[in-house]
C-alpha cells in the first residue's frame, strides 16, 4: 500500500495482468480513503476468487466466465485491521455507508459489477470483471442494503 502497510488475500488467486493492474489501483487508491472514513484500516480482502475454467456461474451450455481468462474477482468482504469486518453481502447497519461508496469506486473501475440483487449467483458475494463490450458498456448491479 503507498504508505507501506501490507493487504493480505484470504487465498492466493490468478488473474491476468491487465485485471491485477485494475485490482491493485483500486486496492491502493480506492479502499483506503473508503474505510478510513469510519476510522478503518484494510487489513485483508475475505472470500476472494480469481481464475476458474467455468462456464459463467457454473451453468452447463452458459457463455464462457470472465474468470476462466483471469479477468474476474469474486470477494466477499473487507476485514479491517481493529477486528471489523465490511461484509459487501450483509445488511449492518454500521457498514452500509462504506457499501455505498464501494459500489460506486468499483462502478467506476471495473466493466462489471454484480452484487446481491443483481441475480441468484451473486447473492453472497461481489463479482468484479473487466469484460469489453461494444460501446464500452458497463454493468453495476448491486442493491446496497
Ligand atoms: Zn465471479
Known sequence: MPDGSKVELDSAITVN?????????????????????EKGKLARLTGVG?????PRNGVTGAPISEHATGNALDIGGLQLEDGRFVSLVGSAGATRSIRAELKTSACARFKTV??????????????LDMRQR????????????
Open 114 to 127: 454484480l452484487g446481491p440483487g443483481s441475480d441468484a449467483s451473486h447473492k453472497d458475494h461481489l463479482h
Open 50 to 54: 480469481g481464475h476458474a475454467c467455468r
Open 17 to 37: 495482468c491487465s485485471f491485477a493492474v485494475e485490482l491493485l489501483d483500486w486496492v491502493r487508491e480506492d479502499l483506503p480513503g473508503i474505510v478510513s472514513r
Open 134 to 145: 461494444p460501446r464500452d458498456y458497463k454493468i453495476c448491479q448491486w442493491n446496497i442494503e
